[in-house]
């Protein structure tokens, strides 16, 4: 092992794990262990950046508990949860209730992992439940925007100055990876 630790659990010893921390355990003999995982806000911008370790973490696992057809059905559940978890957290009603140093965190993570974010829904989801997502995003960002009285995008910080082009345009451009198709029909 390089780089590594090794840790010897004896029976009723816990030990805690940084989140996406890759892990190997060695069992010398039957034993029945039990894995908590919490869930933090702030483990939100850290779900956009290991996206794809998650995702083969859930193929793995099917695969281990012998129902691989049922891996893209868990991974669809997975990625929604995640939306409705960032749902949440965006739509208080006034930004001194949200962390800063979250939000920029979670701001700095969707400027680099958004779109792939975006290319996972499309992939995993089944319709309408993809267009419905694909579409909402944009408006929960727009959302802050207003509730907050943002003069520029949340995300990136840049002002919108250009009258004719529409915050929901610059985020299906530029934070959503998409071109013009599609935006007929976003309000
Ligand atoms: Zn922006």
């Not at 559940?77 to 979670?106: C, I, P, Q, W």
């Not at 829904?121 to 419905?132: H, I, T």
């Not at 003069?151 to 071109?179: L, Q, S």
């Amino acid at each position: 092992m390089q780089g590594g630790i090794a840790i010897l659990q004896y029976p009723g010893e816990v030990v805690t794990i940084r989140p996406y921390c890759p892990t190997v355990i060695f069992a010398p003999r039957t034993n029945a262990a039990v894995t908590l995982h919490t869930q933090d806000l702030e483990d939100l911008p850290s779900k956009l950046e290991y996206l794809d370790l998650s995702v083969s973490r859930i193929g793995a696992c099917q695969w281990i508990l012998g129902f691989p057809e049922q891996m893209n059905s868990v991974i669809e559940h997975k990625l929604v949860e995640l939306y409705t978890y960032l749902d949440d957290s965006l739509m208080v009603e006034e930004k001194g209730r949200v962390n800063e140093e979250f939000l920029s965190a979670l701001c700095s993570a969707w400027k680099k992992y958004g779109v792939h974010y975006r290319e996972m829904l499309e992939q995993y989801l089944r319709q309408p439940d993809r267009e419905f997502y694909v579409k909402d995003a944009p408006r929960i960002w727009r959302k802050v925007k207003d509730r907050w009285s943002l003069e520029g995008c949340p995300v990136c910080g840049e002002a919108i100055e250009d009258e004719n082009v529409t915050f929901i345009e610059h985020f299906w451009r530029k934070h959503w990876g998409r071109g013009d198709e599609d935006l007929d029909g976003m309000d």
